[in-house]
Every structure is written in C-alpha cells, then in structure tokens.
C-alpha cells in the first residue's frame, strides 16, 4: 500500500509539523521521558475501517520503537467497541502520536463508511458508484483508497489522467464540435492517450455529441430520472454513461435503475463525517 502513496511520508510530517510545533509541551509537563504505556483504539460507533497501514506509519515516524499490533484490516466492519489496534513503547511518543493518528483515521474510515452505505443500494444493480476530485488538498489519494476500501469506483485522479470537457470548457472553446475537436488535435500532437470525457446538460446537446462522436464516456449532468432514462435509451451503449450533479443516497436507487453506467457524487469525500475511534490507555 506504501507504494500507492508516493508522498505519504511528506503528507505526515507536514501534519505532525502543525500539530506539535515545537514539542508537545503538555506531554512533556508531566511524563518522564523513561516512561513505557500500551493503549488500544476502540471504535466508539459501527462502521467500515479505514487507514490502519497510515496510523501505523504515523506512530513509527513519531517514534520507529512503537509497537502496532493491528487487529483489523482495512475494509473490515466495525461494531461498537471492537479493537482496532494496540500500540505500546514510550509513553510520551503515544500522547504526541494520537491525535495526528485519529485525524487520519477517522477521516478516512468515515469516508469508507458513507461510500459503502451508498454502495449497498446498487447491489445487484449495473450501475457503478464514482468518487470526483472534490477532495481534501493534499489527501485525495487516501480519501480515494479510503472510497474504493468501501466498494465504490475511483473516477479520474487529478486533471492529468483524462480528459474530462465540462461546461466550462465547451463555452470557452466555441461548442461542444471544437472542444472534442481541439482536444483529438492536442492529444495527437503531444502523443498522449487519454479517455475523453464530455459533459452535456440536455438532450439536445447529447444529440450532438451522438452526432459527432469522439468520446468515450457522456456525462450526463442535473438530468432529472425520466430525462436520464431517455437518454441513457439513446445512447444505447454507444458510449460509456455517468449521472451527475444532486444526487443523494435518498435517489441513487432511482437513478440507478435507469441503467446508466456510472453515477458520480461529490458528497463521498467532501460532505461526510468522521467516524469516532478513540485511544485508550491500558494502565
């Protein structure tokens, strides 16, 4: 998993940085630097566990003589109560550790835990459930792993590994024919192959796209339900399909069974809460 996350380490550090400054003074106060404790992380609520392998890291690189038991993986249930980990060493290095520990780990176990919620209603279904780039700076490829622990489907990573042609880039470029155009001509020229995406926000609009071709996925963004079951039906296959925009765990049912391939909600990782885990002392 290390190896998924190239800057992992950096994204550490820079955390520790902002949390302890120059020392965790509390900590220092009034525990000896001799000092050895074990505590465990609970979880305090059910739920889908996620980010074990990064708390472990973050307890080594504040202090590579911990020791990280874990007792659950990443992707596992969680009832209340249930251990996760136990960690055991200095002292001082679990207080200054645990915070840093918890941000992670919540974070990324509460994303886990609202995508696979969501996926749970498509089960059965055709339709696959998609993250976006609406993501925290700095965090999109935890909080991405944190979607796929949870069942659901990574969208694009970042603008650089497909081209997806919004609203935005239609206008600019003078219509949806020059902007899938325009897009064919730079990928030829730089020698680069990436999936095209293009948006449209009405029927009309798909009819051009069907007309002229050249993509490999439409999304289809603010349809309502019966729009999008008309256009999915035009489609017929031709592309790829991906709903967009508005759409809640309350109407992903419905609009999954339109049969669209694809259904793309922000809400994933930047709408959500953090499940409660907490570290607690065995003395």
Known sequence: MMNDFPNLDELID????????????????????????????????????????????????????????????????????????????????????????????????????????????LEGMHTRLLDTRKTTPGMRLLEKYAVKCGGAVNHRIGLYDMVMLKDNHIDFAGGIEAAIERTHDYLTS????????????????????????????????????????????????????EASGGITAETLHSYAETGVDYISVGALTHHIKSLDLSLVSDI
């Open 14 to 121: 820079m955390a520790l940085r902002e949390d302890v400054g120059d020392g965790d003074h509390s900590t220092l106060a009034c525990i000896p630097a001799s000092a050895q404790g074990k505590a465990r992380m609970i979880a305090k609520q059910p739920g889908l566990l996620c980010g074990t392998v990064v708390g472990e890291r973050i307890f080594h690189r504040v202090d590579p003589r911990l020791e990280v038991v874990l007792h659950k993986k990443d992707g596992d249930p969680l009832a209340k109560g249930d251990k996760v980990m136990t960690v055991s060493g200095s002292a001082a290095s679990i207080l200054t550790a645990e915070r840093t520990v918890l941000n992670f780990m919540q974070r990324m176990s509460g994303i886990a835990t609202q995508t696979h919620a969501m996926t749970m209603q």
């Open 190 to 241: 730089h020698q680069k192959d990436l999936r095209i995406e293009i948006e449209v926000r009405s029927l009309d609009e798909l009819e051009r796209v069907l007309r002229h071709g050249g993509v490999h996925r439409i999304m289809l963004d603010n349809f309502d339900v019966p729009t999008l079951r008309e256009a999915v039906k035009r489609i017929d296959g031709r592309f790829e399909t």
